[in-house]
Each structure stands twice: as C-alpha cells, then as structure tokens.
C-alpha cells in the first residue's frame, strides 16, 4: 500500500500541512524543520498499539490545547472487516487511516490512573457518511448494516491484507543493539 497524501494539523513543530507523496519521495531539510515529525506522525497513525503511552505534552503545537490530527490517504483502496452481530462480518472498502488526539480537560472520577489523552484512531470508508451518526451497507441478505467510527477503529476491526509499520526513532541504537543481540 503506497500512500499518497499526509495531512498533520497541531503536531509538535507542524501547524498544518498536507504533503503529496509520490513514486518516491525525499523529505530533507535542516535540523528543526519538522522531518522527524512526518516521519513520527505517520507512525503513530499506523501504529496504534500502546499509542497513549507515547503522546506527550510536547506532541501538540506549540503546547496548545488544539487537537492533534493526523490522516492518511493511500493510492489504492483496502477493506476492513467490522464485527456484525447479526451476520459474521461485514467487509467495507477503505482509502483512509485518521488519527484524531486530544488532551483530556481532567482525570475522570475515581479514576486517578487515566490517560491525559483521548486518542481516536480509526479506517475512513471510500463512501461518505450516510447521516451524522456513520454509515450504513447492505447485508448480503438486504438488510442494513449501521456504523460508526467505534467500529472502524483499531480495536474493533480488522484489516483484511496486513499494513505494517516499522519505525526507528532518533534513538536507534535501542534497535540496533536489539538487532544484533538477535542474530
């Protein structure tokens, strides 16, 4: 899956951007120009997994209060599988990945170990919202098929072909170390 476009608003260094990519694309610059910030936005989109652990304060611009959000469109399109309780699964076409964060304005009560962040990350269908609440798909029976965001997230669906990402941060010799220790 080649991606054809990143959109970033409020993320560390970057107030708004929308970046093209192409057959190949090349991101250079001086140091403090916002390289690693791509590079680390585009990771956090397509790997959710313990994504709340790594969200700091310092993520958002400029340590505003703005929510992050990060989307990610692909050349080709992708289907997704969604739990139906009525039939097996539900399969829904795909072009999009969107990552939305926000600071928590509190902890919630009784809860002292909650997170400081509200992260919403999810597949975006091809087809638009059928009405304010999500979208709807027909069954192969007829019958109609209601959902919403929740349902196209990271946890409640499933990727139908595999999408990895693999990442090292500035912090490579962590990797590189693991790495030989591993051969």
């Not at 059928?130 to 959902?147: D, V």
Request: net charge positive; hydrophobic share 35%.
């Amino acid at each position: 899956m080649k991606i054809e476009n990143i959109y970033i608003k409020n993320f560390r260094s970057i107030k708004e951007t929308n970046i093209s990519f192409k057959n190949l694309t090349m991101i250079i610059g001086n140091n403090g120009t916002g390289k690693t910030s791509i590079l680390e936005a585009l990771n956090y989109a397509l790997s959710p997994s313990f994504l709340s652990g790594k969200i700091e304060p310092s993520d958002f611009y400029n340590g505003t209060n703005e929510n992050i959000i990060i989307e990610i469109e692909f050349f080709n399109t992708f289907e997704i599988e969604i739990p139906d309780f009525y039939s097996n699964k539900q399969k829904v076409k795909c072009k999009k990945i969107h990552l939305e964060i926000k600071k928590r304005e509190r902890a919630a009560p009784n809860k002292s170990f909650s997170d400081g962040f509200v992260i919403s990350n999810y597949y975006v269908p091809v087809e638009p919202k059928t009405n304010e609440k999500g979208w709807t798909i027909k069954r192969q029976n007829g019958s109609n098929f209601s959902f919403s965001e929740l349902q196209l997230s990271f946890n409640h669906s499933e990727l139908v072909e595999g999408l990895r990402c693999f990442y090292f941060n500035k912090s490579r010799n962590i990797q590189i170390k693991e790495v030989i220790i591993l051969h």
